[in-house]
């Protein structure tokens, strides 16, 4: 499965919950280096989710967004799958 696929499936999934939303940035010259893939809002607090296919990892980049994002208050982890979301935010 392709980066872009899982994206896809954790956006629509997290978008079909009530109280969240999330959208997915778009790099170029107006992104910002390590920004995660998907930015929004879960229950009110600030979310991250930087998407990675299976057995690969963030950029030191991505791990140092993901930290100041965190250390900001918000939720923000790596996913492989919309299981990996669904262990980091608790959802059954």
């Known amino acids: ?3 872009r696929d ?3 499936s954790i956006r629509s999934y997290l978008n079909a919950i ?3 939303f999330v959208w997915k940035t778009h790099g170029g010259q107006f992104g910002t ?3 995660p893939d998907l930015i929004g809002s879960y229950k009110g607090k600030a979310l991250g989710i930087e998407v990675k296919r299976p057995g690969k990892k963030a950029t030191r980049l991505q791990d140092l967004f993901l ?3 965190q250390a900001a208050g918000a939720t923000a982890f790596v996913a492989c799958s919309i ?3 669904k262990q980091k935010l608790n959802i059954k």
């Open 1 to 3: 499965m392709l980066e």
């Open 6 to 8: 899982i994206v896809r």
């Open 18 to 20: 009530d109280g969240v």
């Open 33 to 35: 280096a390590g920004e």
């Open 67 to 69: 930290k100041k994002l």
């Open 83 to 85: 299981e990996d979301v």
